[in-house]
Each structure stands twice: as C-alpha cells, then as structure tokens.
C-alpha cells in the first residue's frame, strides 16, 4: 500500500507535467521569427520535472518494501490536527480582507494556540489581545502598513477599534 | 603597496570619526534585525533608508548601507538557525545545517560558527576589494550573459547533490520550482504565462512568498501535526551569548578558506551575488568534505562555507560599484543611487578624485564586519532567547508574522494567499521526502538563467556551442558536468566494489 503510494505520487507529478505542455506551445505563438518564444523556457522546465518524475517512480517501483535506502518512517501524525491547522491557517487569510486583521488575527492566535497544545484559556485570551494589539501598533502606526479593514460594516468597526487604539 | 597602506590608513581614522562610526554601527542593527525578519529583507531596509541619506555627506550615507548591508547578509542566519526561518534566500543553506546544529543542543556553537564565518568571509571580501578591485574588475568585465548563464547553471547543478534523499529527487524539486519560476507575466513578449486566468499568479510568484511558506508554515504545520504539538521546537541551549574559540574554528579552517573564496570569486560577478555565493559554496563543501553523508544533518563545514560565501560576496559586488560605477547586486545598484543623488559617478576616476572616500568606505567595510562579531553575538542571544518562548505561542505567531510578512511584500492578499498554501506544500514535501531546498534554489536562479540563456541565443544566432567555445563559460560548465557526474560514479564504483570481490 505505501509503495503503491509512492510510486503513484511521481507518476501524478509526471501526468500533470505532459497536461501542461500543450500550454507552452500554445505561447510559443507570439515568438518572433527564429527567436524563442516565451513557452520554451517552461516547457524545458516541465520535460525535466516529468522525466525526474518518471525516474523517481521507476526507483521506487524497483524498491522492495524494506530495501535499503527506503525513507525512515516519520514521527506518528495526526490527521485531525493537521487538517484543523490547515483550515485555520487558510481561513484566517480568507477571513482578513473579510473581517479586518484585528478580528482575524485574535480569533486565528486564539484558535491555533489551543491547536498548538495550549491550555490555560487566560493565557490563550491574553495572548491573542496583547498581541494582536502590539502588532497593529507595530505594523499599521509604525511601519503605515495598509492591512485589510474589512468588508461592508466590519470595515467601520475596524477603523473604530483604531481610533479607540490611538493608532488612526 | 606603501601607498595603499597609506590610504588604507587614512580611511581607517576617517571611519571612526565619530558620524561615520555611527553609521555603522547604525546600519549594522538596522541589518541585522532586517535580515533576521523574514519578509523584511536587507534590500527593503537600504531602500527605506536612502531617503534619510538626502541630509547626510556621501560618506556617512554610503557607511550606513554598507552596514546594513554587511549586517543584513549575516542576520538571516539567526533566524535560519534558531528556527529554520532564513530571513533571505542567501541563508537557506545556513538553515539546512545550523537548524540541525540546533536541535541538536548546539545553538551557541552554530550561532558562534555563523557569526565568525561571516566576519572572516566580510573582512578578507573587503581586503580583497582594497588590494585587487581594479584588476579584477577589468577581468569580470568581459564577461557577457554566456559566461553569467555558465555560472547560474553552475549553481542549479549544485543542487543535485543538495537533496538528502536522493538525486532524482531533488531534481524533482528543482524542476518544480524552475517550472514555478516561470509562472506569470513574461517579460520579453509581455504575454501571461501559465495563469490560468488567475489574477493572483499574474504577478507572477515571489520567491520571498515560497520562503516564508515552504519553510516557516510548512515548519509550524509539521509541528502542530504531531502527537505532541506542544512539545519546544530546541532545547533551550540560549542561556548565555553563543560561545566560539579558535579551537572550533581551526577544523573548519578549509571550508571557511574555500567558503571565503567562492564568495570574493561568485560575488564578483556582477549579477550573481550572496545567493548563488551561498549555494555554491556550500555544493562544493559537499563535493569536498570527507563526510558528505553528514550533509543535510547539521554539518559544521557546510555552515561555515555558506556564511562565509555570502559575507564574502559583498566586496566583490563593490569592486564593480567604485571600479566601474556598475553596480554588482540589487544592493550595491541602491548605493549607486546614493552616490549619483550627491553628484558623484562612481567609476575608475573615483580612486584618483576621492581616493580619500573611496578609502574611508573600504576600511568602513572591514570595520563593520570587525564589529558585526559584537553586534551579531548581542542580536543572536536577543533572538535566542524567542527559543524559551513556549512552543504554542511561538508557533502561532511564526504564522502571524509570516503572513504580515507575505503582505508587506507588495501589500497584496494574492502573496499572503500563495504563502499559505506554500506552506501546506511544505509540509507535505517534508513528509514525502522531497527535499524543499532545490525548490527554492529552482524558483530563485530558474529566471536568472532563462534571462541569460535568452540573452546569449539572440546575441549569438542560436548557437548552442557558444557556451563551449568560450574559455571561462566551459570550464565552469564542465565543473557543473563534474559535479552532476561525480555521485553518480561515486555510486557506481561502490555498486561495483562488492561486485568485484566476489
């Protein structure tokens, strides 16, 4: 089953690479005569990752299940929490332009800290406030960066929270 | 040589005044922190300063860039060891051992290994700058976009023996981040490439986005994924300032020579800079070093030839820049700015104009990497410190600042977005077993390379045997050929060993 696994991901990687060419020939339309045009250098690059790919699957297609030179196992995983600390870290980007940063921020530094194994829930509140306010200090007074307020009424509150913060 | 001590001299007491003296020291902090930042890196800082430079002499302004720019080049180091975090891509092959020294319990030595290298490889690079600029200069100068592509290959086929899994492997990964290079909008017909349609990918993706998220997300989600997310990333061997003696540097004394050399040598092609300086010096440790299979493990050597290469490239990046007035890297074209803005054309006539400038800036340089040995081991215990941080918090805000370092970029979401999701690559590259160095190492030189490549055909008809038939170009070619070649044979001749026997 893992072998099968292995050697099914570079033969993925291999067919999506041949999907892609037709792609670059198609951009090779605008070159200029006897010039190259702008699809040679991708294509280079996607003919060299399929046959990297096609020699990496044959490698470990030709590799018993316990031959030498197979990876070390990896440290036990925990499909729940990875799945969980992907969604947040996704959501918190998609929450920023929709939310404003200092809403997505706390609720992301609150959340991923539980994820990360932290406990004590005063701790996680104070960590998420405190930093959440020194890096709006930090980055929107200091260095003006422009970060995302929010959509629709979330914007007006995020502004307030500004002005309450003395940084706007 | 009596007159250049003399100059030399007299640089040397118009550096410590006490203004110029400042700027250093200035510029250093300023670097250093900028580099240790990911997403801040040292070429935004000496762009950010240059505004400041409008109300000061040439001296002082060019003083305080070259700190940052000394400071800059090392300060990716810290974060890079302590965290796996290189704040620029020149320190990506610090991160691949000194990260390793790291976890291993020895932050102090891997800190103190890394300051020390980048002070050697800066102070012979600007030795090298005041005794050998306008020779070296004149010979760099012939050199056209087949000779850059030459070396540009160089360091791509270095990469075949930085995979610590296996060749095909890396080249897997290198021809994945090529291919990512050119994703975006191509710059000689102007077309998009590769977009799919996406406005997101049509600014095509910034190597700084693919950094922070391959290396620091993908790090956090490694970690957070485990049976014991809580665990520290390090021991917390950063009780005191990272400690180095001669006794820990003399082993090291033939990777810190070659390291230094490759950085005054790749850095004085202009155009190539820290970055390629750091790969190859640290490919050609591998080749070199008696235990290559240490590699990738936290190898003292291959640390030691990557701080020194990339410290080491900073003067021969000037030579051009007061030799030619052609700058040799990004930075050193911000410094050319400086000099034009107070009306003096950096070039030949300069060492007889402003000798005294020219050399006040030279012993400038060798002072602030004298100082950086201070300087570096204050920062490095500031930071170490971040290590006694616990891990959920630690973790958590690595991704805060990842992403407001992916949005400061050019303050757009798309980077934030293709930073995210690099970094869910990341991890699953870390459990695959593909290595994620060659990626990034694809993503950074792939462009350099089609640019010179590009360059080369349409000034040479076409004709694939120029890179042959000029000297230099060949002879490092070949040594690309050699070092692709040499693992392979490696393996073939022990393959046969047994064989043989029998």
């Known amino acids: 089953m893992e072998r099968g696994r292995r050697v099914a991901a570079p033969l993925l990687g291999l067919l999506l690479a041949l999907l892609l060419v037709p792609d670059t020939l198609a951009l090779d339309r605008v070159a200029r005569e006897g010039q190259f045009g702008p699809g040679f250098w991708p294509r280079l690059a996607l003919l060299g990752f399929a046959a990297a790919c096609a020699v990496k699957a044959v490698g470990e297609a030709r590799r018993g299940p316990g031959a030498a030179g197979a990876a070390a196992p990896r440290a036990a995983l925990s499909w729940v929490r990875l799945g969980a600390g992907i969604a947040l870290v996704l959501g918190y980007v998609a929450a920023l332009p929709l939310v404003g940063y200092p809403a997505a921020t706390a609720a992301f530094v609150a959340a991923f800290m539980v994820l990360a194994g932290a406990r004590a829930p005063a701790f996680v509140a104070a960590a998420a406030l405190a930093g959440t306010t020194a890096l709006l200090y930090l980055f929107v007074k200091v260095v003006y960066l422009p970060l995302p307020k929010g959509a629709g009424p979330l914007e007006a509150v995020t502004l307030w929270l500004y002005r309450a913060l003395g940084i706007f | ?502």
């Open chain 2, 1 to 502: 040589m009596g007159e250049l001590l003399g100059h030399l001299a007299a640089g040397f007491v118009s550096a410590v005044a006490p203004l110029n003296f400042a700027m250093i020291v200035l510029g250093l902090g300023i670097g250093i922190v900028a580099g240790a930042l990911p997403g801040i890196t040292m070429l935004n800082s000496i762009v950010l300063v240059l505004p400041f430079t409008y109300f000061m002499g040439i001296v002082p302004a060019i003083l305080l860039m070259i700190g940052i720019y000394c400071g800059g080049i090392f300060g990716g180091s810290i974060t890079a060891i302590l965290f796996n975090i290189p704040g620029d891509p020149m320190n990506v092959p610090t991160a691949w051992e000194g990260y390793r020294l790291s976890k291993s319990g020895r932050t102090r030595y891997a800190l103190g290994l890394a300051i020390m290298a980048s002070a050697i490889g800066g102070v012979v690079s600007a030795l090298f700058l005041a005794l050998f600029a306008p020779p070296f200069a004149r010979f760099a100068l012939g050199f056209s976009s087949v000779e850059f592509f030459s070396v540009v290959v160089f360091g791509l086929a270095s990469v075949s023996v930085l995979g610590q899994s296996s060749m095909a492997a890396a080249l897997v990964s290198l021809f994945a981040g090529v291919f990512l290079g050119t994703v975006g909008t191509e710059q000689q017909y102007g077309v998009e490439r590769l977009t799919f349609g996406l406005p997101v990918l049509r600014t095509g993706v910034d190597f700084v986005t693919v950094l922070i998220g391959l290396f620091a997300i993908g790090e956090v989600l490694d970690q957070v994924a485990g049976r014991d997310p809580g665990r520290r990333a390090a021991p917390p061997d950063a009780r005191a300032l990272p400690r180095i003696g001669w006794a820990d540097l003399w082993p090291l004394r033939w990777s810190l020579c070659r390291g230094t050399g490759v950085g005054v040598a790749v850095g004085g092609l202009a155009g190539a800079g820290a970055t390629v300086s750091s790969f190859v010096a640290y490919g050609l440790e591998r080749q070199m070093s008696a235990t290559p299979e240490q590699f990738g493990q936290g190898h003292a050597g291959g640390l030691v030839a990557a701080e020194s290469a990339n410290n080491g490239s900073t003067g021969g990046a000037m030579v051009h820049l007061l030799t030619l007035g052609i700058p040799g890297s990004a930075a050193t074209a911000v410094m050319m700015g400086a000099f034009l803005i107070h009306g003096i054309q950096p070039g030949p006539l300069m060492f007889t104009r402003q000798t005294h400038e020219v050399y006040t800036i030279i012993a400038g340089m060798i002072l602030a990497n004298v100082l950086m040995v201070g300087l570096g081991f204050a920062a490095a215990l500031t930071f170490a410190q971040l290590m006694r941080v616990p891990a959920p918090l630690l973790n958590t805000f690595i991704v805060a600042f990842c992403v407001l370092g992916a949005f400061a970029l050019r303050n757009d979401m798309a980077d934030v977005w293709l930073t995210a999701l690099f970094g869910v690559l990341g991890f699953y590259m870390r459990r695959w077993d593909l290595p994620i160095p060659p990626l990034v190492m694809g993503i950074i030189l792939g462009p350099m390379a089609e640019q010179f490549f590009l360059t080369s055909m349409v000034s040479h008809a076409n004709d694939y045997t120029v890179f042959l038939r000029r000297p230099v170009s060949a002879v490092v070619l070949g040594l690309a050929a050699v070092i692709v070649a040499w693992p392979l044979v490696a393996r073939a001749v022990t393959a046969r060993g047994p064989e043989a026997g029998r």
